[in-house]
């Protein structure tokens, strides 16, 4: 980034995405950015282009703190149970604290997928393709250590997760409550027996 | 409805769904719902009242046509198993055969719910509700049956289709291919071994 720009880019795009996240690309105007970011026109236009490529600064920003760094902390756990059981556990617990239901970004992203540009979708289709993978290599995990059984097919069962997952997201946006929610991570620990 | 009116009233709700359905409430503007029905903005006041009022119409439309006749006559099958695979089969053809791939006008709205009006996230909520309780009466006669598992809950597994049905309507907006969305149907029959 220049040195001429006065303001915290990095802060700027955190705004941004509260304001993304909330309503989606299209339903985002620029009044809501500018309001959300404090900048004039201009200084957004100079440091971000266009609201498309703010967007995608956004989306790839909330991927790599929310959710890859997630799983690789999950990952060194080396307890593939653990480490499903507390992916969905900490997504319920942060459904149920945010006030505004914001759900996920990536996933309400995902929904909005045939009115977005290819560069947005194929972000969010690598970060999906990636939450798979990671249920993949622990269910291998867990099925070389014992304790998911080897009748469990490693790619039909992160298939599911991810796909229990992403509804899990939509869901909690207002039609699951506490008990619902709890449920749906029964089903995903039972899919692993 | 009154004689006056020298359009179709159905088929102008139609139209509209058609555009809500591919973008949502918020991103639909009147121009658009102008362009799909044909109307001018006296007419589309007169007959509608408001966009949000022809956004309800449409989805209570939707509602009963799509989900409500789809369900009752999977019901008749009396057939749990085959019903519920069916009902899989049938929204994994929709969504490959449907090039704008629209998804599902009941979870692309269940996901803006923070961002509607509670009469309409009342509507939505109710159709996913339905949904889940058609799955659970499905579940119990298959118990009945003696087709399914007795060690199955039907409200665990209830919920959880609902979720993998849900989360299968939002992969197929872009994510997943048919292979895996063809996963998620064995992985939905597989919860009531």
């Known amino acids: 980034m220049p040195w001429e720009k006065s303001f915290d880019v990095d802060s700027a795009v955190d705004k ?8 989606g690309f299209e339903a985002t105007s620029l009044a809501d950015l500018l309001k959300a970011t404090g900048l004039t026109k201009g200084s ?13 600064l956004s989306l790839l920003k909330y991927e790599r703190e929310q959710r890859r ?19 969905f556990d900490s ?7 945010d006030q505004e239901k914001k759900g996920c970004f990536l996933v309400n992203t995902a929904l909005d997928m ?8 194929d972000a969010v289709k690598k970060g999906l393709r990636d939450t798979e993978s990671f249920f993949a290599r622990q269910v291998r995990l867990g099925i070389e250590k014992g304790v998911i059984s080897d009748r469990v097919d490693p790619e039909v069962c992160a298939n599911s997760l991810l796909t229990l ?10 039609v699951f409550n506490k008990e619902s929610l709890s449920r749906i991570k029964v089903q995903a620990l039972d899919l692993l027996r």
């Open 16 to 23: 941004a995405t509260e304001a993304f996240w909330k309503k």
């Open 44 to 56: 957004f236009y100079n440091a971000f282009g266009s609201k498309k490529q703010l967007f995608t």
């Open 91 to 97: 997504l319920i617990e942060q459904s149920l604290a």
């Open 114 to 121: 045939p009115n977005l540009d290819s560069d947005i979708g």
């Open 69 to 87: 760094d997630v799983m690789a902390r999950l990952e060194s756990l080396e307890d593939p149970i653990g480490a499903i059981s507390q992916l």
């Open 165 to 174: 997952l992403v509804g899990l997201r939509v869901l909690a946006r207002g």
